[in-house]
């Protein structure tokens, strides 16, 4: 993925609701330095909040990319959005985008793009021809947050890490390994979009050689228990060479995520069953912490449930979102 | 993976030795029906024993694909070989390849293909736009050789096993996952080429329902232990959903391929990884046998290491294409 400039315009589009915004939402919680603005078309449901710009007000403000914050519907591109892209590039704009059907896969854009030499960035697609993983041992320090599922939490528990470990002086940088990550921090490896020899190097190259004291906060994918990606989970921790492990859960879930037949594990099964694999490429990793995300339980459910887990497995367990993220802070700062 | 049409002619170019020409060699010793005849330019070190054959002899006596049987020096295809390839496309062969320099990627041969009609078969890269995978349990039995590291004779295991299997009257069916199986048998995925999120689902796509005791023997790639590639072992384990896992192991082996820091795990590390990652899909999986790649022993040596690891392990060993794969068969039989 080549840099995505910064700052941003954030295109609301018409979204129907917030939820559809979701990508939006996090480049304005995770790098509200990154948006200036949002634009928004007749009919948008959705408002981060930002102030309401024209693509002429937004490039005086100093916006570089207009990115597409909003999941569109059906799978295309509607002529009304085109409208606006279109008229970004024109007025200087380069564009970003995670949706599944490509910028680059509409010619009117990429006619445009080319006659402004504005960039199209599809955040789903990789642009770096990824090397095959070495496996030598890395300077620096890794965390990788390990889920019980998919979409549990462990993006915005790396993400909650970075902004804490930054707070307390230490040096952190989150490492997007999915679209939404990319957005956000302009920069990543789409890594469900590797062509699969390449996955592991991919995550090397992701996270390269480091300072002894900085942390990389590498963004998890899938679950090793959910079979439709555990490979991709596997790569990641084999390429990512983590030092520590966080454990996340989500706890009202009654299946995994999309599979009816498949039971969620337990967070014992989840460390049993990463440590010998991670084991593999850093015989020293140890699980460290456990991020619970609690959004479906009341405070006091919610507090009840991390009391639980940290009695049960005897590590520090928090909902980095909602308690932070300092006891997971803690953790690393002590290993 | 479109279906290659059988019989082949078997290209052996200017192959400087045997050892270059492995894939003719597999597919002579695996599919012999297949084999009709080689075709070999000047400077040609390698034989399968085979008739040698013009081009209009091989299409007369019924070969419908000339397969590159061997691998090219320097990534280029040379001008000798396109020159035949070219004559066979106009004679009515389709091509078939393996090579890393695609067919495809020819002009030439590819307005000669479109010219006559003809299909150019690269079976480096996937044609079919496989699913996601949804984990559902299918009928029919699965087996999965995985190894202490890679190229440590998984596939050789899968193919004396499915020969052994149908000679005892069983329903067996290899299925190829790398390039080489794919020639061998025609058809297959390339499973290292899949985009990650794929991965699983092209497995599943592979090795559909079965009869209740049909067997497929799924081609296993990479190694849980193998940081490069273990992505893809996990992949194959929970897209395949094995009933049988074989442990598969070179004991001359000193350290991991292409890893000088990384040593080769025991048969029992391996045993103790895998069963927890296979349980996932499937509770009931069983390790069922050992198979042992003794090439380089001599007989004394390699009775003694099979001797070894049954007694230490408990499980049959055998080196399947030295000493016959009855006993892994028979174990299968057993379950």
Redesign the interface.
């Known amino acids: 993925m080549s840099l995505i400039e910064t700052p941003y315009l954030l295109f609301l589009g018409d979204a129907p609701d917030a939820l559809a915004a979701k990508v939006a939402r996090g480049i304005r919680d995770w790098r509200p330095e990154h948006a200036l603005g949002q634009f928004r078309l007749p009919g948008c449901n959705a408002d981060m909040g930002l102030p309401d710009m024209s693509l002429a007000e937004a490039r005086a403000a100093g916006c570089k990319t207009l990115v597409i914050g909003v999941a569109n519907r059906g799978g295309v591109i509607a002529q009304s959005w085109k409208k606006v892209l279109v008229q970004a590039l024109e007025e200087g704009f380069d564009l970003a985008s995670g949706l599944h059907n490509l910028l680059r896969d509409e010619p009117e854009l990429v006619a445009v793009a080319e006659a402004t030499g504005r960039a199209l960035h599809d955040v789903r697609i990789p642009e770096v021809e990824y090397p095959?993983?070495?496996?030598?041992?890395r300077t620096g320090k890794r965390c990788l947050a390990v889920g019980t599922d998919c979409s549990v939490g462990k993006m915005y528990t790396a993400l909650c890490m970075e902004r804490a470990m930054r707070e307390a002086g230490m040096k952190a940088t989150f490492r997007a390994t999915g679209q939404t990550g990319i957005l956000i921090t302009g920069d990543g490896v789409p890594?469900?979009?590797?062509?699969?020899?390449f996955?592991?190097?991919a995550v090397e190259w992701l996270t390269p050689d480091n300072d002894p004291d900085h942390w990389d906060l590498i963004e998890g994918q899938g679950s090793?228990?959910h079979?439709?990606?555990?490979?991709?989970?596997?790569?990641l921790i084999?390429?990512g060479q983590p030092d520590a492990l966080i454990l996340s859960h989500e706890p009202t879930r009654t299946h995994?995520r999309?599979?009816p037949?498949?039971g969620l594990p337990s967070l014992e099964a989840l460390r049993?069953?990463v440590l010998?694999?991670a084991r593999?490429?850093n015989p020293a990793v140890k699980v460290t912490g456990i991020s619970i995300n609690t959004q479906g339980l009341d405070e006091a459910a919610a507090r009840a449930c991390l009391a639980e887990a940290e009695d049960r497995t005897g590590l520090p367990a928090t909902d980095p979102y909602r308690f932070g993220a300092e006891k997971l802070v803690a953790a690393l700062a002590a290993l």
Chains 1, 2 share one sequence.
């Open positions: 095959i993983a070495n496996g030598v041992k890594l469900d979009a590797v062509v699969a020899d996955m592991a190097g090793l228990f079979p439709s990606y555990s490979g991709v989970t596997m790569a084999h390429g995994m999309g599979l037949g498949y049993d069953l010998p694999i593999v490429v």
